[in-house]
């Protein structure tokens, strides 16, 4: 069975610039979430969604930051325009409804010159 | 809401050593309790999980963790660490009536030295 799968792994871009990461979660998961690694630290959640609503986005900057799950599978996060502090790992995770166990992607590590 | 403390950002230890890192959580709510691992440009990937029932729970690579509630804690034991437990660890809580809301602890960086 495939895992979480993120795309880009890597993306390097200049400050003002847009990025947009991919997730597809495990067959059959109905949540979906975001979560930001900075450097040292431990994730931090940006969104969650159940099926194709979101559900928790309290801690998204919704100025820059938007994201999207539009058939209740796959998700796109995009930054616009991506900001120095923006530089971390963009981590995208699923579960089944009711279970305590999230299975996240490999990430992708986002650097922002 | 919840909060994690993992009190050590770094744990070297010898290979054969035993190992404990440390997690103390806050709620005043019933909790699920998690231990996570992170090996270099991966993912997290569940180590073990408290979700009720007996306090020791143990994962298939010879980790254990105890929740204790009276001392809000959930540290994570191994008796004899390998090269391969190199890894980050991270601590992580849930409220027990919405287990898909995880807030993670700062991670713990064991590295074993040969």
């Known amino acids: 069975e495939a895992g979480v799968v993120q795309s880009p792994r890597y993306k390097i871009i200049e400050k003002k610039q847009p990025v947009a990461f991919w997730c597809n979660p495990i067959?059959?998961?109905?949540?979906l979430y975001w979560y930001l690694q900075n450097l040292g630290q431990g994730p931090e959640l940006l969104i969650r969604?159940?099926?194709?609503?979101?559900?928790?986005d309290s801690q998204l900057p919704k100025d820059r930051f938007s994201a999207e799950r539009l058939k209740g599978v796959d998700s796109t996060l995009k930054i616009q325009p991506a900001e120095l502090g923006d530089s971390a790992v963009y981590l995208c995770?699923?579960?089944?409804?009711?279970?305590?166990?999230?299975?996240f992607g490999e990430g992708s590590r986002l650097t922002v010159l | 809401a919840q909060s994690v403390t993992q009190l050590d950002s770094q744990v070297p230890v010898f290979e054969e050593a035993p190992v404990e890192l440390r997690c103390n959580y806050s709620?005043?709510?019933?909790?699920?309790l998690f231990w996570y691992v992170q090996y270099p440009n991966q993912g997290l990937q569940l180590l073990l999980k408290?979700?009720?029932?007996?306090?020791l729970v143990e994962s298939i690579n010879g980790f254990e963790a105890e929740f204790n509630k009276s001392q809000t804690s959930f540290h994570l034991r191994k008796p004899s660490v390998h090269i391969s437990d190199t890894a980050e660890y991270f601590c992580?809580?849930?409220?027990?009536?919405?287990?898909?809301?995880?807030?993670f602890g700062s991670g713990t960086q064991l590295t074993v030295l040969p």
């Open positions: 995770a699923s579960s089944l409804k009711q279970a305590g166990e999230l299975f």
């Open positions: 067959s059959g998961h109905n949540t």
């Open positions: 969604y159940e099926n194709e609503e979101a559900v928790d």
């Open positions: 709620s005043s709510v019933s909790v699920y």
């Open positions: 408290y979700l009720s029932g007996s306090t």
């Open positions: 992580a809580v849930s409220d027990s009536g919405s287990a898909r809301q995880l807030t």
